[in-house]
């Protein structure tokens, strides 16, 4: 694509709007129930306490269950900075983008590197707290891109505090797969095991650094899980076992969606990146095509019944997220700087800073927030309440900024209260009536392409609770399938479904799932388990403004006799 084909919706010359009108509302709604303080520490003193991983129902509980009044902060937990020796923006880039497009919260996780370790982090942290101070209307959180050993990335980051960067030096230093070597993973290799056993171990340190209040919080997400197919079954199990408070999910879409867009990239270009084949160290048991995305989204996630699924179907919580992974933008004008003579990254732990230019880079990535969403329910306003969101799975995601809003809720049939939502459980007995309610807020404005999202469907997908599996490398979960499609195509505004669901012999969970209805089709497990759920793209013909998807997480039902 030549300079003369730059798209204005891209043309960099094209001076921002103002802030995006629904980050102002978002705050309206704060101030109006109490929620957003006029000012917040550092810590994040305007916030509430960090919520418990939800536990199964014991006999002694209630029945039914109530969860608070939430207002949702949109937000991106995977972003990159100079500090990233692959990356090209720099903090005051990536924060006048992120407030262009209404991010009320994001985390800078740069990639492990013994330059980011010796000095990169430290450098960063000063620029961070600089960042907190000018952008006072945004949540900016210190992590790490985690090269977990034996397996892919991940994103670790803690709550602001007076150990933030150490914790994370420290365990940069201990537990990261690159910088130890250890990185093999091929189920017969002799350094698997210890591989796999450390990673293991670092999630547990961490887990103890909160449990001791060495920091105040702290989260890891795993990152495009299935992009080269190494993240088993088993060590995803193992992981979110090994802490589950402090291993709450993954990514369920990829950042760099851009790398789809027709004539950009090549013929051959995917959106997410997503464009490998198995190796040595793939986990032998996915097919081959599941290293692409479906509609945007990791196969794990997109796949009714499929490894999302069936972590769900053991009753525990499995957040998803999106995010930017932001690099290289598309379209984007800006290169590198140049190095000082003899200089590398390990010299310094920071990229020179880049330079701009009259023509478009090379990049597949979008702005945070330009493409990519994720929204975690809160109930103040401040930096523990997010991770508390996150951890409590009050999270929906969208792209292409196609829902304004979404609201859910599970109550008994008669019962009074506001129910549960995203992340709860509901107790209730065996053949009760239940109703799902669901409130949409539809689009209200041309998103950054130009374009008025419209919301074709919607999808309630409902699977059966099992209890942990024998088989830990298991990824199906055939009791899970789309149960009801609602047709919302040309309704607009805020307006409700209300699904009945009924109570059977076992627990189950239900979760949600949308799109624009452009491009979808047979599920990847065949349509009598989803009837149009989404596909991939054809290689180079991606545009990933014409397939855009919303999903939620999961409410449990917890049912008793």
């Not at 000095?119 to 090269?147: D, S, V």
């Not at 909160?210 to 060590?235: C, F, K, Q, W």
């Not at 004539?263 to 097919?287: F, I, M, T, V």
């Not at 307006?495 to 012999?505: I, K």
Request: glycine share 12%; with cysteine; aromatic share 10%.
């Amino acid at each position: 694509m030549t300079e003369q084909q730059l798209p204005a919706w891209a043309d960099p010359s094209v001076p921002p709007a103002e802030l995006d009108a629904q980050g102002v509302s978002r705050r309206g709604i704060l101030r109006g129930a109490g929620l957003f303080g006029a000012a917040f520490a550092v810590g994040g003193a305007a916030t509430a306490p960090a919520a418990a991983t939800p536990a199964a129902a014991s006999p002694g509980r209630a029945l039914g269950g109530e969860d608070p009044r939430l207002a949702y902060l949109v937000g991106d937990h995977h972003v990159h900075s100079v500090y990233s020796h692959d990356a090209k923006y720099t903090f005051s880039q990536l924060a006048a983008a992120a407030a262009r497009y209404g991010l009320d919260w994001m985390v800078f996780n740069e990639h492990s590197n013994f330059g980011h370790a010796r000095y990169g982090a430290a450098m960063e942290h000063q620029e961070i707290l600089k960042a907190r101070a000018e952008n006072p209307r945004q949540l900016i959180f210190q992590g790490l891109e985690w090269y977990i050993p034996a397996a892919e990335h991940c994103t670790v980051f803690a709550a602001p505090g007076p150990h933030e960067v150490d914790v994370l030096t420290q365990f940069e230093l201990a537990y990261d797969g690159k910088l130890l070597k250890y990185t093999d993973g091929a189920p017969d290799n002799p350094n698997t095991a210890r591989n796999e056993a450390h990673a293991v171990k670092g999630i547990k340190w961490l887990a103890e650094q909160r449990r001791t209040g060495y920091v105040d919080d702290i989260l890891v997400l795993a990152n495009h899980p299935m992009r080269l197919g190494i993240d088993s079954p088993h060590e995803m199990r193992n992981w979110r076992d090994a802490a589950p408070e402090v291993m709450i999910g993954m990514e369920g879409a990829p950042g760099a969606q851009g790398g789809g867009i027709p004539g950009w990239e090549g013929p051959g270009s995917q959106r997410g990146e997503y464009a490998n084949k198995p190796s040595a160290d793939s986990w032998a048991g996915y097919p081959q095509n599941a290293y692409v995305l479906y509609g945007g989204f990791d196969w794990m996630t997109a796949t009714v019944g499929g490894m999302w699924d069936a972590m769900l179907a053991e009753g525990k919580l499995f957040t998803v997220t999106t995010n930017s992974d932001v690099h290289r933008v598309v379209f984007d004008t800006w290169k590198n700087g140049d190095w000082p003579p003899g200089t590398t990254f390990d010299d310094t732990g920071r990229l020179p800073d880049p330079v701009n230019t009259d023509s478009p880079q090379p990049g597949g990535d979008f702005w945070p927030g330009q493409f990519s969403r994720t929204h975690v329910g809160v109930t103040r306003y401040g930096y523990r309440s997010v991770m508390a969101g996150l951890r409590a799975g009050r999270v929906w995601l969208d792209h292409g900024h196609l829902l304004d809003g979404l609201e859910v809720r599970l109550t008994r049939e008669g019962g009074r209260g506001r129910g549960v939502t995203l992340g709860g459980r509901l107790r209730v007995r065996r053949g009760e009536k239940l109703t799902l309610s669901v409130t949409v807020t539809t689009a209200s404005r041309a998103n950054p392409r130009g374009i008025l999202p419209e919301l074709a469907h919607v999808d309630v997908i409902r699977g059966a609770v099992r209890g942990p599996v024998s088989d830990r490398d298991a990824w199906r979960a055939p009791d899970t399938k789309v149960v009801r499609t609602k047709d919302v195509s040309g309704r607009t505004g805020t307006y409700s479904l209300r699904v009945p669901l009924t109570a059977g012999d076992e627990s189950f969970y239900v979760r949600l799932r949308g799109s624009d209805g452009k491009r979808n089709g047979p599920g990847y497990l065949g349509a009598s388990i989803d009837p149009h759920g989404p596909v991939p793209h054809e290689p180079g013909n991606g545009d990933p403004w014409a397939d855009t998807w919303f999903y939620s997480n999961p409410v449990f039902v917890d049912v008793v006799g």
